[in-house]
């Protein structure tokens, strides 16, 4: 069992910065892929941005709606990974959720964290 907590979440102006951690209770970033996801009011949970495993190559990738403007990262040492997000958009407003998900034979290992507010408005 893997546990996700995810923290950073918060009120922005637009323009703004946030930078959200997801802190993973035991090391597994070697096998499991890391990603973030959001859901807004109303609307079905999108993926946001991944990172692969340590040994696929740790490749990233975004959403066109983040891409250079959202950065996904992750400290091996201390078993969190980052979302920093900057010129953030009212559109960018909702609950972001940390995922951690291993593909295994006949299946896959799926992990969530509980979500964090993230609220772009002035």
């Known amino acids: 069992q893997v546990h996700l907590v995810e923290s950073g979440g918060g009120l922005v102006q637009p323009g703004g910065s946030l930078r959200l951690s997801c802190a993973a209770s035991t090391n597994i970033f070697s096998t499991y892929a890391m990603s973030w996801y959001r859901q807004a009011p109303g609307k079905q949970r999108e993926l946001v941005a991944a990172?692969?495993?340590?040994?696929?190559?740790?490749?990233?990738n975004y959403a066109d709606s983040v891409k250079g403007r959202f950065t996904i990262s992750r400290d091996n040492a201390k078993n969190v990974v980052y979302l920093q997000m900057n010129s953030l958009k009212p559109e960018d407003t909702a609950v972001y959720y940390c995922?951690?998900?291993?593909?295994?034979?006949?299946?896959?290992?799926?992990?969530w964290g509980q979500g964090t507010q993230v609220t772009v408005s002035s």
């Open positions: 990172v692969t495993p340590i040994t696929s190559g740790g490749r990233t």
């Open positions: 995922n951690a998900r291993r593909a295994v034979v006949g299946g896959q290992y799926d992990y």
